[in-house]
């Protein structure tokens, strides 16, 4: 499902990863973790698309990343699922409109659009907020809806970059457990976290990024 053979990427001629290679299986649920600054979330912009390797292969389900041509990129995204840190909401739009932008994007027919917003807003228990803008919510609830939004496209991949960086424990809970029902239905899922309770006693995979390689590969 996601395959790294090799990789090297720099940026202005400082090495980031040297020689990279790991794989993870359709379905699995792994765990990316290091210190800071370590390359995680350059890892994960490798996996959709929005950075390129110096060298080596990248591929993920049918797509060979690395050789993608930068037009057929939109058909990967399509396909991968990305949740952010800094949540990238717009504040001018409601709860559902962020929801419904990739389908909208992807001129899903209208009907369709709004099965699938509604379905997804009962899951996080937001229905109730669907006509609110971002700002008037929680930080819990905003990473809610960014959770939302990656899964409303049925990803086949679903990347989370520190995703409950922001949140206390109980709204991190509620983050991960979604994370988990994704998972249950056969999506891919890396989260990178330099939070070892996230993985902990978990028994997945997890890949320790430092000093330009995969230092490790452990079963938490």
Request: glycine share 6%; proline share 4%; aromatic share 8%.
């Amino acid at each position: 499902m996601i395959l790294f053979d090799e990789v090297t990427k720099t940026y202005d001629r400082e090495v980031v990863f040297k020689d990279i290679s790991f794989s993870m299986g359709r379905g699995e649920f792994a765990f990316l973790t290091g210190p800071s600054g370590a390359g995680k979330t350059t890892l994960l912009k490798l996996i959709y698309g929005a950075e390129r390797p110096d060298s080596g292969q990248i591929v993920v389900s049918d797509w060979i990343v690395s050789k993608m041509k930068q037009n057929a990129i939109p058909s990967l995204r399509q396909n991968v699922g990305v949740v952010f840190q800094d949540f990238k909401l717009l504040d001018n739009k409601t709860v559902f409109d962020n929801i419904a932008l990739a389908l909208t994007i992807h001129k899903k027919h209208p009907h369709e659009i709004r099965e699938r917003v509604n379905a997804v807003l009962r899951e996080i228990n937001l229905i109730h907020k669907a006509n609110i803008s971002p700002p008037y919510l929680s930080g819990g609830e905003q990473q809610r809806v960014v959770v939302a939004r990656a899964m409303v496209a049925r990803p086949i991949v679903l990347l989370a970059d520190e995703p409950t960086g922001n949140l206390d424990d109980d709204n991190s809970e509620v983050v991960m457990k979604l994370f988990r029902e994704i998972n249950a239905r056969g999506t891919t899922v890396l989260i990178a976290t330099h939070n070892e309770g996230l993985f902990r006693k978990t028994g997945n995979r997890v890949f320790y990024i430092n000093n330009k390689y995969i230092e490790k590969e452990m079963v938490a």
